[in-house]
């Protein structure tokens, strides 16, 4: 069975509220640029986490929204251990 995937937007959006939908794209590039991923529209569960650990490394809010973000991940798949 194929794992879920979280679509870009998403993320997106998430920290769009904070920093508008502009700078959330940028973060986002930003992020996926420096963990080593393509860009593309979906993303998997561990991938998302990369960009979230990247991204909490940041101060305030991206920090913040990062850390809410991978928890939510991690409680999405309570049984699946992540790398």
Do not use: W
Request: aromatic letters at 8%; one cysteine or more; charged letters at 30%.
């Amino acid at each position: 069975m194929s794992e879920e995937k979280v679509r870009r937007r998403k993320l997106i959006e998430h920290y769009g509220q904070s920093v508008g939908s502009a700078s959330a794209e940028n973060l986002i590039s930003e992020a996926v640029n420096n963990v080593g991923l393509d860009h593309k529209l979906e993303y998997t569960a561990d991938e998302i986490l990369k960009i979230c650990n990247f991204l909490k490394k940041k101060e305030g809010y991206i920090k913040i929204l990062s850390l809410i973000f991978i928890s939510h991940v991690k409680l999405s798949y309570p049984d699946k251990e992540f790398s």
